[in-house]
């Protein structure tokens, strides 16, 4: 049985992130499951680092975008919204070119808070980055 709360398409899910940051970077997502949502980004010259591999920054900001976004696909987003309180990272390895993948699953679904896990993978299907995010629920401001 699916934890989301709405039944998003890709299409509408990719359409959501706008012109900005993840767009910017080329992200995408490329899976929606029953509890967790795949996405990718390319490495290249606007996700590397001056060494010439993926940027830790940008893994950050992937595992971010997925778990920003997992984290509202739960909630009815007419009474709720979902912001980042914490997000920490362990690269374990550089990736030189290509795109990598990650997957965000749930670690925690409460009522005002919830963490996520995000694995990110190379193009071998080497785990070079983990991730966890702490989403805060917070009531959206009645008018």
Same mark, same amino acid.
């Given at each position: 049985?699916?934890?989301?709360?709405?039944?998003?398409?890709? %299409?509408?899910?990719?359409?959501?992130?706008?012109?900005?940051?993840?767009?910017?970077?080329?992200?995408?997502?490329?899976?929606?499951?029953?509890?967790?949502?795949?996405?990718?980004?390319?490495?290249?010259?606007?996700?590397?680092?001056?060494?010439?591999?993926?940027?830790?920054?940008?893994?950050?900001?992937?595992? %971010?975008?997925?778990?920003?976004?997992?984290?509202?696909?739960? $909630?009815?987003? @007419?009474?709720?919204?979902?912001?980042?309180?914490?997000?920490?990272?362990?690269?374990?390895?550089?990736?030189?070119?290509?795109?990598?993948?990650?997957?965000?699953?749930?670690?925690?679904?409460?009522?005002?808070?919830?963490?996520? %896990?995000? @694995?990110?993978?190379?193009? @071998?299907?080497?785990?070079?980055?983990?991730? @966890?995010?702490?989403?805060?629920? $917070?009531?959206?401001?009645?008018?």
């Amino acid at each position: 049985m699916a934890i989301w709360h709405s039944d998003p398409t890709l %299409e509408e899910v990719n359409q959501s992130m706008g012109d900005c940051m993840p767009s910017y970077l080329g992200m995408k997502i490329t899976e929606i499951g029953d509890d967790y949502i795949v996405g990718t980004m390319p490495v290249e010259d606007r996700t590397r680092q001056p060494f010439g591999i993926l940027h830790g920054g940008a893994s950050v900001a992937l595992a %971010e975008t997925l778990g920003s976004m997992a984290a509202n696909m739960v $909630v009815d987003t @007419r009474k709720f919204y979902c912001v980042g309180q914490e997000i920490n990272a362990n690269h374990l390895r550089p990736v030189p070119d290509g795109e990598v993948t990650a997957k965000a699953t749930a670690i925690h679904i409460g009522r005002s808070s919830q963490v996520w %896990e995000i @694995r990110i993978h190379d193009p @071998r299907g080497k785990l070079n980055c983990i991730s @966890r995010i702490t989403m805060a629920v $917070v009531p959206v401001p009645s008018h």
